[in-house]
């Protein structure tokens, strides 16, 4: 699978999001995702749309 990206804009603010196959690794900001959400809460929901559609640890976003 080739990389797939999408782009979100909010008044001046702007996300980029990349996802492609992979061992499931989040990284934001070039920081894995349990160093930049410190909360459980909000790693829960970074990772809940994965948990809905089966595909925990099959993509890297």
Do not use: C, H
């Not at 001046?12 to 061992?23: D, E, F, I, T």
């Amino acid at each position: 699978m080739e990389q797939k990206n999408a782009l979100g804009r909010r008044k001046s603010a702007v996300a980029r999001v990349y996802l492609s196959a992979g061992a499931g690794n989040i990284t934001i900001n070039d920081r894995p995702l349990e160093d930049y959400f410190k909360s459980g809460s909000l790693q829960y929901i970074v990772n809940q749309p994965f948990t809905v559609t089966k595909t925990e640890g099959q993509f890297d976003v």
